[in-house]
């Protein structure tokens, strides 16, 4: 049930960030409040995968996961460049992931 949650924290995080762009630096209402909406259910829920995960897993597969989605959606939907930087540094991030994931985070 945990990793539900902590998917539901991602998930939810993505939403917020995508509306924070939307938002145009906070200037249009709507998207303003979807993003701390966004948070605020990331939170909740990265609070509540935190009675099964430890806090240092959780927290990194949940930013981390959540930075390779956004950079993901960033290149293919949003038209931002794909530098070979960027990319190595987005599997970068997800061999970290899984690193910390397969040290045995649940408890």
Do not use: C
Request: proline share 2%; glycine share 14%; no cysteine.
């Amino acid at each position: 049930m945990a990793a539900v949650l902590l998917a539901g924290a991602i998930a939810a995080e993505v939403v917020g960030t995508l509306l924070l762009r939307a938002s145009d630096g906070f200037s249009r209402l709507w998207p303003s409040l979807g993003t701390v909406a966004g948070y605020a259910v990331a939170f909740v829920l990265l609070a509540q995968a935190l009675k099964g995960i430890d806090v240092g897993v959780a927290y990194a597969i949940w930013a981390g996961l959540g930075t390779a989605v956004i950079t993901v959606i960033g290149i293919v939907a949003l038209g931002e460049p794909a530098t070979a930087l960027k990319l190595v540094g987005t599997a970068l991030i997800v061999v970290g992931v899984v690193a910390l994931n397969l040290s045995g985070g649940a408890h």
